[in-house]
């Protein structure tokens, strides 16, 4: 069992950044792939980034490349996203999932566990 909970959040003007972060608590987070989605009103729930278990391999959306980094530190039992150069398409609730061998990746339905989310917001 994995327990996930998100940090971070807020408001921000376009062009900000912010940094997220994801708390774990349970056994073996080490062993888990964590990625980031995000959530606007009356939209599905998308891929936002991912991150393997030793932090090596990193995968992110089109729409979040160049511009979010994500990152952890197995140590603290915390996975980051970066954000910079927000857009009002930014907006969203945000949720850090893990799992341990999500397939594929990019699928919420591959992933055990989620937190409650945190809510950004960019103001334009």
């Known amino acids: 069992q994995v327990q996930l909970e998100e940090s971070g959040g807020g408001l921000v003007q376009a062009g900000g950044s912010l940094r997220l972060s994801c708390a774990a608590s349970?056994?073996?987070?080490?062993?888990?792939?964590m990625s980031w989605f995000r959530q606007a009103p009356g939209q599905e729930r998308e891929f936002v980034a991912n991150i393997r278990w030793s932090g090596n391999n990193r995968y992110y959306a089109d729409s979040v490349k160049g511009r979010f980094t994500i990152s952890r530190d197995n140590a603290k039992n915390t996975v980051y996203l970066q954000m910079n150069s927000l857009k009002p398409e930014d907006t969203a609730v945000y949720y850090c999932?893990?799992?341990?061998?999500?397939?594929?990746?990019?699928?919420?339905?591959?992933?055990?566990?989620w937190g409650q989310g945190t809510q950004v917001t960019v103001s334009s």
């Open positions: 999932a893990a799992s341990t061998s999500p397939s594929p990746y990019r699928s919420r339905w591959s992933y055990d566990y």
């Open positions: 349970g056994r073996s987070f080490s062993s888990y792939a």
